[in-house]
């Protein structure tokens, strides 16, 4: 099945899926009762490249998943071969959307068009509001060994799309870990067990948890019913919901209505938890942009040509 690049996201795809992710129509927002959320779909991560040339597996931002309002795209690199990655991502644009890099193993310089320079490390998250634009790459800074970490692109309202770009550089002590009912929890952004996380001032509201399991272990959290939510599977297997549906390793499950998340790992897992307020809005996407209509987009890409997204905007 044939996979979207990120500078190459356009609308290629069947009339149902363009309709959702091209701008003619949007994610419906379904009321959910008091109940545990159970799997809606599961999707598959398959092997891509991307960038100057990355190994990466994409679960979200494909055709079999286009988009899940307000997330876009779901990229994961995990790889000990220097050659899978060592190309990263030179200078690219982004405009109208955010981008959250977590990384799990080795590190990953960033550097944009208006000076910002930052290291990211194991544990460390950043989350990049592109806003009305900017240039940046992204770099392994490593020539061997692991290289771990996940990149997720969520979109920003109309309102918001033309905002001043912003950095939420988050170093890995300033993201809370706590035990819940023995589950070993990582806190990057919502609220559990008293437990905030460190990234702040997102309209969609995201909760962001990155959860183990040990064997035998069961993970519950209550999430606001109008939310969107998927979680993805790291390691391990694990079962959602009240029906313990088995979801895998690089396995995406879509999760439906409800009012909390249910996670159980028969011999041990390790999951990312997302969820977040849908916007609602038509979206137009083309590469590396992420806007209301086609005309934004020409625009978009008329601004990066005369070079306007290098100041920021």
């Not at 779901?74 to 990384?103: K, Q």
């Not at 997102?202 to 064997?215: E, F, G, S």
């Not at 938890?273 to 890409?301: C, K, S």
């Amino acid at each position: 099945m044939p996979l979207l690049s990120r500078r190459g996201l356009l609308c290629a795809l069947p009339p149902a899926a363009a309709a959702l992710a091209c701008g003619r129509g949007s994610a419906p927002v379904v009321s959910a009762p008091s109940t545990v959320r159970e799997i809606r779909q599961i999707v598959p991560a398959l092997a891509t490249r991307d960038g100057a040339g990355v190994s990466l597996s994409r679960s979200l931002g494909s055709q079999a998943l286009p988009l899940l309002d307000p997330f876009l795209l779901l990229d994961e690199i995990r790889s000990e071969r220097p050659e899978d990655y060592v190309r990263g991502f030179p200078d690219h644009p982004h405009r109208g959307f955010e981008t959250v890099t977590y990384m799990l193993d080795g590190f990953m310089e960033h550097r944009d068009s208006v000076g910002n320079r930052g290291r990211l490390s194991a544990g460390s998250a950043q989350w990049m509001t592109a806003g009305r634009g900017i240039v940046h790459s992204e770099m392994p800074e490593q020539d061997r060994g692991l290289l771990w970490g996940l990149q997720l692109w969520v979109n920003l309202p109309a309102r918001l799309k033309m905002t001043k770009p912003r950095y939420q550089d988050i170093l890995p002590g300033r993201i809370p870990e706590l035990s819940v009912a023995g589950a070993a929890v990582r806190v990057v952004a919502g609220q559990i067990g008293g437990e905030r996380g460190p990234v702040e001032g997102i309209y969609t509201a995201p909760t962001m948890l990155d959860v183990t399991l040990a064997a035998g272990d069961t993970f519950e959290h209550e999430l606001p019913a109008r939310h969107n939510a998927f979680a993805y599977v790291l390691e391990g297997a694990v079962g959602l919901g009240a029906a313990a549906s088995p979801v895998r390793q690089r396995e995406l499950a879509v999760l439906g209505p409800g009012a909390s998340v249910r996670a159980a790992s028969a011999g041990g897992a390790r999951l990312l938890l997302l969820a977040a307020e849908p916007i609602g809005e038509p979206v137009a996407r083309r590469g590396p942009f992420v806007m209301n209509t086609e005309a934004e987009l020409d625009q978009a890409v008329a601004d990066y040509r005369a070079g306007r997204l290098v100041a920021g905007g």
